[in-house]
């Protein structure tokens, strides 16, 4: 059991010390956490061929946002975009040289985006019109997935003599993603008719773009704060724990100034424009242990958001706790265990429940979230007396939060109530400090 506590101390001691390196180049609490772009030839024309890009987001907590995913390469040689369905480019290019039939993008670095929702049937295609939001794997599947359809000429018509485009990058919507070079893979296999007819693509490659967070944003997004039922007072979020960058142009927390301050269309791309803190987050994690039962203990959890510009859809929350195992009731979030290793259980993933509350609104009364977890003691694991009943790490939508250092954390008690329902009144809470300190 002591080795068991020391090996979470010393993680906890490598997060604090270094929050973001781990973020930076390799998710220890997903691994395999990527985006796949795979380009399959199904079929070839008379100056080129007809393509099908697919985009799978395989990142178990981090989603792409609106407004949505962009793509981007170069050309190996001239080619042209003649059509597209399910996605547009943003720059048609100079096309001056083509007569009659112009194409839809004559760029030598295209860059393609989603089509928005509703758009007519003629402009549709598998997994499109999202407006390039992609929800992670973890949340969604079905919805982690988006595709096109293109026409490319003058680029060769077969497999010897078409080349593979170059110096692909990916925003999501932001920077952040580091992509690999085209590689060729055995052609990508469909069924149909029933499953009963096997099809090959004519040449498949794929591209692999992996997330740096320190890529993404100079500095941190979100921080962890902390409180117990027996103590009154907050450990808040460090101080400038997410930059004072902003603290000369936030709005005080006045009913007055916050209205005129919100935009009528709160969107996940408006600038930020935060709520006046201490830490200067425009999310914060806070982490309550609320009750301490004879044989359970109860945590609740709040995320918080002090951003007036910014709502968030299907949100994300992923945190590393010892006792995550032995998870018996949430409440009013969505729970699922994230399981990296077989013989460890200690991850998991929240969000929201859909039309419920997988919006987080924009700062103000209602800019919040909230659930409630009842965690089971287990003597050969975790206890209260034993170990720590606050997270090791928390990431909001893929970004880990700040977190306070190990001799911030509130003290907690040892001894458990003796009855199942706890009391939160003054005289219980003196009570349970003398049977500490006796």
Same mark, same amino acid.
């Given at each position: 059991m002591e080795i068991k506590r020391f090996e979470y101390l010393v993680v906890l001691f490598c997060c604090f010390i270094s929050p973001l390196t781990f973020a930076a180049a390799y998710d220890l609490l997903d691994p395999h956490g990527r985006i796949d772009i795979k380009w399959d030839v199904m079929s070839w024309t008379p100056d080129g061929y007809v393509g099908v890009v697919t985009i799978n987001n395989?990142?178990? $907590?981090?989603?792409?946002?609106?407004?949505?995913?962009?793509?981007?390469?170069?050309?190996?040689?001239?080619?042209?975009?003649?059509?597209?369905?399910?996605?547009?480019?943003? /720059?048609?290019?100079?096309?001056?040289?083509?007569?009659g039939n112009i194409p839809h993008c004559c760029s030598r670095n295209p860059e393609i985006v989603d089509l928005p929702p509703g758009v007519p049937i003629n402009q549709q295609f598998s997994y499109c019109?999202?407006?390039?939001?992609?929800?992670?794997?973890?949340? /969604?599947?079905?919805?982690?997935?988006?595709?096109?359809?293109?026409?490319?000429?003058?680029?060769?018509?077969?497999?010897?003599?078409?080349?593979?485009?170059?110096?692909?990058?990916?925003?999501?919507?932001?920077?952040? $993603?580091?992509?690999?070079?085209?590689?060729i893979v055995p052609p990508s296999t469909f069924f149909s008719s029933g499953g009963r007819r096997k099809t090959y693509a004519m040449m498949s490659w794929t591209v692999t773009c992996s997330y740096s967070q320190t890529l993404a944003s100079k500095y941190p997004k979100c921080c962890l704060s902390l409180s117990s039922f027996y103590n009154p007072m907050i450990t808040p979020c460090?101080?400038?724990?997410?930059?004072?960058?902003?603290?000369n142009n936030?709005?005080?927390? /006045?009913?007055?100034?916050?209205?005129?301050?919100?935009?009528?269309?709160p969107l996940s791309y408006n600038p930020p424009l935060l709520q006046c803190t201490s830490h200067m987050c425009p999310i914060r994690v806070h982490w309550h242990v609320k009750?301490?039962?004879?044989?359970?203990w109860r945590v609740k959890i709040t995320i918080t958001n002090f951003n007036y510009q910014m709502n968030y859809t299907k949100w994300t929350l992923v945190v590393q706790h010892p006792n995550l195992r032995n998870v018996t009731d949430v409440y009013r979030f969505i729970y699922k265990p994230l399981t990296l290793y077989e013989?460890?259980? /200690?991850?998991?993933?929240?969000?929201?429940?859909? $039309?419920y509350n997988d919006l987080l609104p924009e700062a103000g009364p209602h800019g919040n979230v909230q659930s409630e977890l009842i965690f089971q003691k287990d003597s050969n694991t975790f206890t209260l007396e034993r170990g720590w009943v606050f997270p090791l790490q928390v990431y909001f939508n893929g970004d880990e939060c700040v977190m306070l250092p190990p001799d911030a954390y509130p003290f907690l008690p040892n001894i458990a109530h003796a009855s199942p329902i706890a009391s939160s009144t003054v005289p219980a809470v003196l009570l349970m400090i003398l049977l500490v300190f006796w």
């Open positions: 395989n990142q178990m $907590y981090r989603q792409i946002t609106r407004p949505g995913w962009t793509i981007g390469w170069t050309w190996a040689k001239k080619e042209v975009i003649w059509s597209m369905v399910g996605a547009q480019a943003t /720059d048609q290019g100079d096309c001056s040289k083509f007569k019109c999202k407006d390039g939001e992609l929800t992670s794997r973890g949340q /969604d599947p079905a919805a982690s997935v988006s595709s096109f359809q293109l026409s490319v000429g003058l680029s060769g018509t077969s497999n010897k003599t078409v080349r593979l485009p170059k110096n692909f990058y990916l925003l999501g919507p932001g920077p952040g $993603y580091t992509c690999s070079d085209a590689t460090p101080s400038c724990a997410c930059g004072c960058q902003n603290e936030c709005i005080m927390n /006045d009913p007055k100034f916050s209205s005129m301050a919100k935009s009528e269309t009750t301490n039962y004879r044989n359970h013989s460890i259980n /200690d991850t998991g993933m929240f969000h929201g429940i859909k $039309y």
